[in-house]
């Protein structure tokens, strides 16, 4: 439940003069079996190397730049700085921009849930929302920045909670023009063929539980990991230690959400020669504390 679980995200919900302090919490977890790759031979773990298609030859991070394809093998180079530049501003707000009828929402656009928790004692207003947003069966779209990547969501009444839905954008939704799909109402379906449909579906219709439908597949894998692993079946792996990558200032993107949780912004950087005074001051004092 959300009240359980690590607050991933605070702000605040924003529709008119109203402000709710809320947090986000997951509400959906990545369950499918994991290959990894070994060598079969010293059961060492195989690793992702970064090689060049061309000529198969493994580069240095340093060599390795950032290009958008915009032509079939045509490319423009993006720096680390123009990226950074084109982040979107983190306003920590949930900000709902229009309310719909709940009916209106295809499922296709709904992509990740998060729960919805009130915090900073905002309960009653949070309340609020949830049983208008029910009373009135509307849904709200809203804009979000979530790990600096803005999202379209839809905030939606599930119960005792608020989901935010987050969404996919109008274009990443591909149109049905390419198909070739029979009209809606066609008449080449008798009368009756469509009643004994509907007598089929009669007779399969039950109520939604989650716990009737499972990932077979993972199940099945799983029970053969146990049964191996109890047969004593099973190889110890060791992972290698990796050196620290080196080289020139890469974009730090958890840097910037831990910011971007805190609603800070980055630390402004100092000229060097006051940043030199500074190391000399703190040198000395910490000389003048020795003796």
Known sequence: MATGSRILWKGA?????????????????????????????SMDPVGYKRINKRTG?????????????????????????????????????????????????????????????????????????RETLIATGKIGLAKVVISTKQHLAALVPSGPALVLNLLRWGDEVKTLESLDLPPEGSKSISAAELKMAKQLVAEMSGKWDPEDFKDEFRHQVMKLVTKKAKAG???????????????????????????????????????????AKKSSGRASATQKKAA
Not at 31 to 41: I, N, P, S, T, Y
Not at 249 to 275: F, H, N
């Open 13 to 41: 919900i924003s529709f008119g003069l109203v402000h709710i302090p809320v947090g986000l919490h997951t509400a959906a977890t990545e369950q499918g079996v994991d290959f990894d790759w070994l060598d079969k031979r």
């Open 57 to 129: 030859r493994e580069i240095n991070r340093e060599n390795i730049v950032k290009g958008v394809e915009y032509e079939e093998g045509k490319y423009v180079l993006i720096s680390p700085e123009e990226i950074e530049a084109v982040f979107p501003r983190t306003t920590q707000v949930i900000d709902i921009e229009r309310f719909i009828d709940a009916r209106e929402m295809p499922f296709i656009f709904l992509e990740k849930p998060y729960y919805v928790a009130p915090i900073n004692k905002s309960d009653k207003v949070y309340a609020l929302l």
């Open 233 to 275: 079946e099973g190889r110890t792996v060791i992972e290698p230690e990796e050196e620290a990558p080196q080289g020139g200032e890469v974009l730090d993107l958890t840097a910037l959400l831990q910011r971007s949780l805190r609603g800070g912004k980055a630390p402004a950087k100092e000229p060097a020669k006051a940043a």
